[in-house]
């Protein structure tokens, strides 16, 4: 029986250093100029807030929309005509969705120059994946497993969006999801806690740089807090109803790392967790965010989400939810317009105590003077800089090294990949392969329709082989432009004759199928996550005419694929890539990127596996007793492993994984892992050698196999590496249901591979000394 020694174990976790960049930037926090910078900032907001009136610090509280772009339902038109009366009194303390610099200057010039107290507004705005040059949309990025390139990607998209005035994204999302029917997992980093806080802390300090003032750098965003890729059946906005263990320890994680990380601010999230909806949810917010993790950045609700604990069946009306929210921790109210209305009247009456207000506004006005808006309000308005910026060299290089290192290789039968260069008839087919609007995926409002590189394009540039495209079928036959929800074409197939006839006579067919980039991101579930429309039949005729089919997948979310796993002989998950999704392409099937992704979420068999995930926990019945035998955890139609695992993608090069040791000499500080990988081929390349655990008895069940390392390594042909990966507590612990991290002594397995299929496996065991 192994025990759990609690103190032993906190001050044991205190002497160890962890090597994240946060953690540095925690202990930077403490040297004597930035002690003196906080100082200062804390004395200078005291002193503002000394100055406010109640009104004055519930309007920091009020976040409004800007009058154009809607990332939410539409508000009545007797709201929206008071934001300019509440502006000019200093009712606003924040606008989303004001984006170019000479609309932000007009908003911020009535907050500076009309307002009583001349208060600088925080201007929000969605930079998910890129402001207007785009980057891969966050999943995609994740399948890179490239800290630096994902860290350079937030970097150029935070100098794009803070050239045209924003000071604030509403990024990362670091939702953990399990199910592919929610549309929003394009917008995470899948479905693993230890990969989706490493991705986290990379995002944030992309976008927060080392220096919050410098003008190239926004203020990021956790969100949304908490559970919200946890809803039910995968729709959107549903009821979430998770476990204590599931919360501590796959939703929490990559939350409470971005604190770590200095993230500046938390979104709350739609959904409800154990009954009470997380804007006036009390436990999320104080309890945790606030007191647990000493969060001292605000929380912004999602948008209405203050409003919407009336349909919740919460809070009776509008008064009862602003009182709700600000209880519970929630700072700004974003598009409820509940607590400019109802929040002055509620501390009058003692129902919120002022208190309460006074922190929200301290914490809304630190950021503020972080940003160094109150030094120069129009810091983020520089026209010329706004010209210079947006589009430039470098940001479109960033994207497209991001582009390319997202790309995976889910099968390359028979090396049909990477392509000739030379003398080849290439037939290319599917309307995605021609698209300029799709490819930038979910999330981009200030980027233009039409802007990104289409396949068409990339491959053309190679100009050594004939290229001959047809469509082969329409995907969608019209687009509300208003809601961009598209007509799915499930019909006309009048153009599959001509794909035909193009594919019969070319050398190699490459296909451009999947989701267009408006079937995946906020309110877009599905329950079918195949091919949409005609293509499945496409791609099943053109192969029935010519079964040389690299398949290029354009895609949110894990798509369900069996039959083209089991016919088609190259398929490239390229996802929706930004702005130069065509030429990253292009590139990967040239061979001049050799491709490096790995899955950050499982993919299926079937829709009805989900949620599938690899970090699954074992139950009392997991194996097949004997052949045929009914009584164990399975379907009977279909079998419990993914198509593709976690962790999955092919490389040109071949990486060979032998000799696999631990050491636990050095037990109370680290365990140390080390391999050989081996890249036995003739071409360069690039491997995610990953390292697994698991803890194989435990007080709280643990998973079978749970990511704790890894380490992007690039081997010449024929080159050898031994790798090392250590383990400290921190990898080796888990909450308990008091939500106390815990280590216990005893066996425990080591798993390494190219994914969570793993190929060397050892086990270990520990016993922590109870004097220690
Ligand atoms: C609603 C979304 O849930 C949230 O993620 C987004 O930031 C806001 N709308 C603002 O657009």
Not at 20 to 40: E, F, H, I, R, Y
Not at 162 to 188: K, L, Q, Y
Request: glycine share 8%.
């Amino acid at each position: 029986m192994k025990y759990i020694k609690h103190i032993a174990i906190v001050l044991a976790l205190i002497s160890f250093s962890s090597c994240n960049k946060g953690d540095d930037k925690l202990a930077m926090s403490s040297d004597s100029t930035d002690t003196t910078k906080n100082v200062s900032i804390e004395n200078k907001v005291e002193e503002l807030l000394s100055k406010m009136t109640l009104e004055e610090k519930i309007g920091q509280m009020n976040q409004y929309n800007g009058f154009w772009d809607l990332t939410g339902p539409a508000p009545s038109e007797g709201v929206a005509a008071k934001k300019y009366e509440h502006l000019r009194k200093g009712y606003v303390g924040s606008m989303l969705n004001v984006r170019g610099v000479e609309d932000v200057m007009k908003v911020q010039k009535i907050a500076v120059e009309e307002t009583r107290l001349g208060i600088p507004l925080i201007i929000g705005f969605d930079v998910i994946h890129g402001y207007e040059t785009l980057s891969p949309i966050p999943l995609a990025e994740s399948a890179s497993w490239d800290l630096k390139a994902i860290e350079r990607s937030a970097e150029v998209a935070a100098e794009e969006a803070a050239a045209a005035g924003i000071n604030w994204t509403f990024a990362p999302m670091v939702d953990i999801s399990r199910d592919a029917r929610w549309g929003r997992v394009m917008e995470g980093a899948g479905e693993d806690p230890f990969l989706g806080s490493k991705i986290a802390v990379a995002r944030i300090n992309g976008f927060q740089g080392d220096d919050l003032s410098d003008p190239k750098t926004i203020a990021a965003c956790a969100k949304h807090f908490a559970g919200y890729g946890f809803s039910e059946s995968g729709r959107d906005y549903n009821t979430v109803d998770v476990g204590t263990s599931t919360l501590y320890n796959t939703i929490f994680p990559p939350f409470e790392t971005s604190t770590k990380a200095g993230v500046r601010t938390f979104m709350n999230s739609f959904n409800e967790l154990n009954g009470v909806p997380a804007t006036g949810n009390k436990f999320l917010q104080r309890d945790i965010l606030k007191e647990k993790w000493k969060f001292d950045g605000f929380v912004v609700s999602d948008w209405g989400s203050i409003a919407e604990m009336i349909a919740h069946g919460h809070a009776k009306d509008g008064k009862q939810a602003a009182e709700m929210a600000a209880n519970a921790g929630s700072d700004m109210d974003m598009e409820s317009y509940m607590y400019v209305e109802e929040l002055a009247a509620l501390v009058k009456e003692g129902k919120v105590d002022e208190k309460l207000i006074t922190d929200a506004a301290r914490r809304i006005l630190r950021v503020k003077f972080e940003l160094g808006l109150f030094d120069d309000p129009y810091k983020y308005c520089d026209i010329d800089r706004e010209k210079a910026t947006l589009g430039k060299q470098e940001i479109h290089d960033a994207v497209l090294d991001m582009a390319q290192k997202s790309v995976v290789l889910l099968k390359n039968e028979n090396s049909l990949l990477p392509l000739k260069k030379e003398n080849q008839k290439i037939a290319v087919i599917g309307a995605l392969a021609n698209d300029k609007t799709s490819p930038l995926g979910s999330w981009r409002i200030a980027a233009k329709d039409e802007t990104a590189v289409s396949v068409l394009e990339g491959l053309k540039q190679y100009n050594g082989n004939q290229i001959t495209y047809a469509k082969g079928a329409d995907l969608s036959t019209g687009e509300n432009t208003f809601a961009r929800e598209l007509t799915i074409n499930t019909t006309d197939k009048s153009e599959f004759a001509k794909a035909k006839s193009v594919a019969k006579n070319a050398d190699v067919v490459i296909m451009v199928l999947g989701e267009h980039g408006f079937q995946s991101g906020e309110g877009r579930s599905r329950t079918e996550i195949g091919l949409p429309g005609v293509q499945q039949e496409l791609l099943e005729e053109i192969y029935a005419v010519n079964k040389n089919i690299v398949l290029v997948l354009n895609n949110g979310r894990p798509l369900a694929l069996p039959w083209a796993d089991e016919n088609i002989p190259a398929i490239v998950e390229a996802w929706h890539l930004g702005t130069q999704s065509g030429n990253a392409i292009a590139r990967v099937l040239y061979g001049d990127y050799n491709p490096s992704g790995k899955l950050p979420m499982s993919f299926p068999r079937n829709v009805g596996q989900l949620p599938l995930y690899y970090n699954y926990k074992s139950t009392g019945r997991p194996n097949e007793p004997s052949p045929g035998e009914v009584f164990w955890s399975h379907y009977m139609d279909e079998s419990n492993t993914p198509l593709y695992p976690f962790g999955h993608g092919l490389s040109y090069s071949k990486f060979v994984y032998s000799d696999l040791a631990i050491n636990a000499n050095d037990a109370d500080k680290y365990i140390t892992v080390t391999f050989n990988l081996k890249n036995e081929s003739k071409v360069k390349g690039k491997e995610v050698a990953q390292l697994y655990i698991q803890d194989l008895f435990a007080s709280i069940t643990r998973p079978v196999k749970e990511l704790k390392g890894f380490e992007l390594v690039e081997l010449e042909a024929g080159e050898q590496k031994r790798i090392e990966i250590k383990l400290t507590k921190d990898e080796l612990g888990f909450y308990d249901n008091q939500g106390e991290f815990i280590v216990e002594s005893g066996d425990f397995k080591v798993f390494v591979g190219g994914s969570s299929k793993t190929i060397l496996e050892d086990k270990f065991n520990l016993q922590w000394d109870i004097s220690q």
